[in-house]
T-cell receptor, first 113, second 112 residues
Framework: AQTVTQSQPEMSVQEAETVTLSCTYD???????LFWYKQPPSRQMILVIR??????QNATENRFSVNFQKAAKSFSLKISDSQLGDTAMYFC??????????FGKGTRLHILP | NAGVTQTPKFQVLKTGQSMTLQCAQD?????MSWYRQDPGMGLRLIHY???????DQGEVPNGYNVSRSTTEDFPLRLLSAAPSQTSVYFC???????????FGSGTRLTVV
């Protein structure tokens, strides 16, 4: 069975700094998808970024980028120039084709003014 | 488009009562799922569906039933509520594999 591990339960960084959230996963599949979701205090789940395993190029969305290391089964999220609005719970997630999404337990990120 | 609509947003039940959490999407998505979110546990999959008439169990299915009679609707039924089912419940849908889920705004359920 696939598992997703987020080793940092909680992190704090100063506004405008860069922060990296870690995620590792375990799978025997070769083709799959990885996601980062953001959950602000409003409780809404928001898709931040997605990565297709067969693409070597790391996905980027504005200030958010990932470091996808397929051999190491690692999928970290980097937030550049962090803003107060980035304060949220961040979930890493894994999905193999035709199957459900499996979430990690999350990292609570605090952006400090 | 309304996206994924969950009702109600809040609910208090007494132990032993039954109820249905509603979920509807207007995006013609094939994939739909129900998750529960508990502190320190992340999101755990209850049930999911890959299309109308097809459902399957997730990680924590006990005490819950689902059905998928239409593409749009995916209700979650609590058969006999227990305090252990106090949680925030999310419904989510996806157009196809790999596109990630669109989530509803959640239902906070308290069982007393």
């Amino acid at each position: 069975a696939q598992t997703v591990t987020q080793s940092q339960p909680e992190m704090s960084v100063q506004e405008a700094e860069t922060v990296t959230l870690s995620c590792t996963y375990d799978t025997s599949e070769n083709n799959y998808y990885l996601f980062w979701y953001k959950q602000p205090p409003s409780r809404q789940m928001i898709l931040v970024i997605r990565q297709e395993a067969y693409k070597q190029q790391n996905a980027t969305e504005n200030r958010f980028s990932v470091n996808f290391q397929k051999a190491a089964k690692s999928f970290s999220l980097k937030i550049s120039d962090s803003q107060l609005g980035d304060t949220a719970m961040y979930f890493c997630a894994f999905m193999k084709p035709g199957d459900k999404i499996i979430f990690g337990k999350g990292t609570r990120l605090h952006i400090l003014p | 488009n309304a996206g994924v609509t969950q009702t109600p947003k809040f609910q208090v039940l007494k132990t032993g009562q039954s109820m249905t959490l509603q979920c509807a999407q207007d995006m013609n998505h094939e994939y739909m799922s129900w998750y529960r979110q508990d502190p320190g546990m992340g999101l755990r999959l209850i049930h999911y569906s890959v299309g109308a008439g097809i459902t399957d169990q997730g990680e924590v299915p006990n005490g819950y039933n689902v059905s998928r009679s239409t593409t749009e609707d995916f209700p979650l039924r609590l058969l006999s509520a227990a305090p252990s089912q106090t949680s925030v419940y999310f419904c989510a849908s996806s157009v196809r594999v790999g596109y990630g889920y669109t989530f509803g705004s959640g239902t906070r359920l308290t069982v007393v």
